[in-house]
């Protein structure tokens, strides 16, 4: 008599639908947490590549730092910026081979031809 209590409560359709909704709430939270553990995943790939690329990043300023600290990089910069010279040497300089000279023959050709708009206006107008 129990068994048959039993089998008749378990097929009733009222416990049916109970145990149905209760695996679909059992389901629906597998499922949401598998997506939620796929968008982490993705956020974590991206922060490693982008540790990645900042670890690259990071060891190229390295080299050029170690590059300027070079002996090498400090004589080349201490001639081209302040006119070092050894002992025994002369610094030849050839106008209009990019050594900075064109700011000062801009500088001159202002001076002799006056003010800027004048400068140009002479340059439109005047004949050579």
């Known amino acids: 008599m129990k068994a048959s209590k039993f089998w008749a409560t378990t097929t009733s359709k009222f ?9 679909a709430g059992v389901a629906w ?6 997506i939620k553990r796929a968008e982490i995943a ?11 690329e900042h670890q690259t990043k990071n060891d190229k300023l390295e080299q050029f730092i170690q590059y300027l600290n070079t002996p090498e990089y400090q004589e080349r ?10 002992p025994g040497e002369h610094v030849v300089v050839i106008p209009g081979q990019g050594d900075g000279t064109k700011a000062a023959d801009a500088t001159a050709a202002q001076v002799a031809g006056g003010s800027n708009w004048r ?3 002479n340059y439109f107008f005047k004949p050579n």
Do not use: D
Not at 29 to 34: D, K, L, Q, R
Not at 81 to 86: A, C, E, F, I, P
């Open 15 to 23: 416990f049916l639908t109970i145990a149905l909704l209760a695996l």
């Open 29 to 34: 939270g597998v499922i949401m947490s598998a």
């Open 42 to 52: 993705r956020e974590v790939q991206t922060l490693q590549q982008e540790i990645r």
């Open 119 to 121: 400068l140009w206006l």
């Open 77 to 86: 910069e201490a001639r081209l910026r302040l006119g070092l010279q050894k």
